[in-house]
């Protein structure tokens, strides 16, 4: 008997990637490429409420992409204001959740201020659990981890002899959201760029040669399809 409900990932993540390439393809400013990613996102959250995907999260900014001109990265800062502030309303009629994940700290307040607004915002929506992972990187993650284990060890609170995965992961910025299932990424790129490193060891990749901004409908349930085929062994036989 087939069944299915496991058909469907329950957890997709994404790194959306392309939009610079997007961009000079036509001889634009990669900031038009950036601009046009931030429409693809929208269409693929509709995507995912649509086949009751119930987790979304999505590579926005990594710790690297800080190297970046400073032009770029302003650039991206005020299109994450732009995004938020736009699109709240049709969060709240999507009944979509709004999480973020990543060192925040190190974003402009403005834009702090804003994610802190829609996070709270959203907190009682259910249709999807939208999760923007921002000045993001899986290393520095699972290193901030490791020194808030070895606080609580350092005062007595813990034994370094009871720390456990589940331990680990309670500390990591994804504390409480189920894996990821399936792992897009776009533009052709084979790999993974410092994303989810911990939190993707189950999951099944795809990549598609698509740029992000031309990423569509067809693309996004050939990913589902190709998930759908896919004897996920975690390890059995
Ligand atoms: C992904 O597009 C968006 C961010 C990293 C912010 P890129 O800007 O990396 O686009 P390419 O890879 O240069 O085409
Ligand atoms: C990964 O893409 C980061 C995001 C999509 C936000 P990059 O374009 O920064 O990754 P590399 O440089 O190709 O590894
Ligand atoms: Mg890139």
């Given at each position: 008997m087939s069944d299915d409900s496991n058909k469907i990932p329950r957890h997709i993540a994404i790194i959306m990637d392309g939009n610079g390439r997007w961009a000079s393809k036509r001889l634009l400013p990669r900031a038009v490429g950036h601009e046009r990613g931030t429409k693809t996102v929208q269409r693929v959250i509709d995507l995912c409420i649509e086949h009751k995907v119930e987790w979304l999260t999505l590579?926005?900014?990594?710790?690297?992409?800080?190297?970046?001109?400073e032009k770029e990265v302003k650039a991206l800062m005020s299109l994450l204001k732009k995004y938020l502030r736009d699109r709240l309303s049709e969060m709240m009629e999507k009944n979509a959740r709004m999480h973020a994940i990543g060192e925040?700290?190190?974003?402009p307040e403005e834009c702090r201020d804003i994610i802190n607004e829609t996070i709270e915002a959203t907190?009682?929506?259910?249709a999807i659990n939208v999760v923007l992972a921002l000045s993001y990187g899986s290393r520095q993650e699972i290193a901030h981890a490791a020194r808030q284990l070895a606080m609580q060890v350092a005062a007595g609170e813990?034994?370094?002899?009871?720390?456990d995965e589940t331990m680990l992961s309670q500390q990591?910025?994804?504390?409480g959201m189920p894996d990821p299932d399936l792992l897009i990424r776009t533009s052709?790129?084979?790999?993974?760029?410092?994303?989810?490193l911990w939190q993707i060891s189950y999951a099944e990749m795809h990549v598609t040669p698509t740029l992000w901004p031309d990423f569509g409908r067809e693309d996004f349930v050939a990913a589902i399809n190709d998930y759908a085929s896919r004897k996920r062994r975690f390890g059995k036989r």
């Amino acid at each position: 008997m087939s069944d299915d409900s496991n058909k469907i990932p329950r957890h997709i993540a994404i790194i959306m990637d392309g939009n610079g390439r997007w961009a000079s393809k036509r001889l634009l400013p990669r900031a038009v490429g950036h601009e046009r990613g931030t429409k693809t996102v929208q269409r693929v959250i509709d995507l995912c409420i649509e086949h009751k995907v119930e987790w979304l999260t999505l590579y926005a900014f990594s710790t690297e992409n800080w190297g970046r001109s400073e032009k770029e990265v302003k650039a991206l800062m005020s299109l994450l204001k732009k995004y938020l502030r736009d699109r709240l309303s049709e969060m709240m009629e999507k009944n979509a959740r709004m999480h973020a994940i990543g060192e925040l700290h190190m974003l402009p307040e403005e834009c702090r201020d804003i994610i802190n607004e829609t996070i709270e915002a959203t907190k009682h929506n259910s249709a999807i659990n939208v999760v923007l992972a921002l000045s993001y990187g899986s290393r520095q993650e699972i290193a901030h981890a490791a020194r808030q284990l070895a606080m609580q060890v350092a005062a007595g609170e813990l034994k370094p002899e009871d720390i456990d995965e589940t331990m680990l992961s309670q500390q990591l910025y994804t504390a409480g959201m189920p894996d990821p299932d399936l792992l897009i990424r776009t533009s052709g790129e084979m790999r993974l760029s410092n994303y989810l490193l911990w939190q993707i060891s189950y999951a099944e990749m795809h990549v598609t040669p698509t740029l992000w901004p031309d990423f569509g409908r067809e693309d996004f349930v050939a990913a589902i399809n190709d998930y759908a085929s896919r004897k996920r062994r975690f390890g059995k036989r």
